[in-house]
T-cell receptor, first 116, second 115 residues
Framework: DTGVSQNPRHKITKRGQNVTFRCDPI?????LYWYRQTLGQGPEFLTYFQNEAQLEKSRLLSDRFSAERPKGSFSTLEIQRTEQGDSAMYLCAFNSGRASSGNTIYFGEGSWLTVV | DQQVKQNSPSLSVQEGRISILNCDYT??????FLWYKKYPAEGPTFLISISSIKDKNEDGRFTVFLNKSAKHLSLHIVPSQPGDSAVYFCAAITQIYNQGGKLIFGQGTELSVKP
């Protein structure tokens, strides 16, 4: 149980197309994060939400990327006009909210994007 | 600017022996460190963490050591098992300034435990 469900798990798209990934928390999480991981690298922070408010965005999040979290529940990450460099695993994550866990982030299973 | 570095891209260990994975960091403001394990096509799984006020944290076969003066941490796995074969990432955060959970990750070390 990763705490979040991500869909689709795999997506192959042609360059220039738009794609959308969805993250559904299994239980209620105030904070929800998006990370990206490319081959040979560690995950990189993209953005995070406190309930429905998007509080921080990385410089990696170009204007082709947009994330939303309506009503503070599920979240979507949309990539417009995809480029081959967008090929990566997109990870949704959450903070347990337990004081004992500090800032431990728990990741979902990820959504693989391949842009051809 | 790589603030968290894992200089060994791979490590091979015999089953039953100790695995030692290393991680160096440059930002002295980091005060919380985590290790994650990742299998192919899956998201990272949290393993163990350590606060900068400690120098050791142990959980079963996994122990993390922190040397703040050297800005170095290591993960020890004893005894190593074939199921431990995966990519291991260390991550760091400055809790005061990053209440949003913006972890900084290293590049990962691929551990292979041979039977």
């Amino acid at each position: 149980d990763t705490g979040v469900s991500q869909n689709p798990r795999h997506k192959i798209t042609k360059r220039g197309q738009n794609v959308t990934f969805r993250c559904d928390p299994i239980s209620e999480h105030n904070r929800l994060y998006w990370y990206r991981q490319t081959l040979g690298q560690g995950p990189e922070f993209l953005t995070y939400f406190q309930n429905e408010a998007q509080l921080e965005k990385s410089r990696l999040l170009s204007d082709r990327f947009s994330a939303e979290r309506p009503k503070g529940s599920f979240s979507t990450l949309e990539i417009q006009r995809t480029e081959q460099g967008d090929s990566a695993m997109y990870l949704c994550a959450f903070n347990s909210g337990r004081a004992s866990s500090g800032n431990t982030i728990y990741f979902g299973e990820g959504s693989w994007l391949t842009v051809v | 600017d790589q603030q968290v570095k894992q200089n060994s891209p791979s490590l091979s260990v015999q089953e039953g022996r100790i695995s030692i994975l290393n991680c160096d960091y440059t930002n002295s403001m980091f005060d919380y460190f985590l290790w994650y394990k990742k299998y192919p096509a899956e998201g990272p799984t949290f393993l163990i963490s350590i606060s900068s006020i400690k120098d050791k944290n142990e959980d079963g076969r996994f122990t993390v050591f922190l040397n703040k003066s050297a800005k170095h941490l290591s993960l020890h796995i004893v005894p190593s098992q074939p199921g431990d074969s995966a990519v291991y990432f260390c991550a760091a955060i400055t809790q005061i300034y990053n209440q949003g959970g913006k972890l900084i990750f290293g590049q990962g070390t691929e551990l292979s435990v041979k039977p």
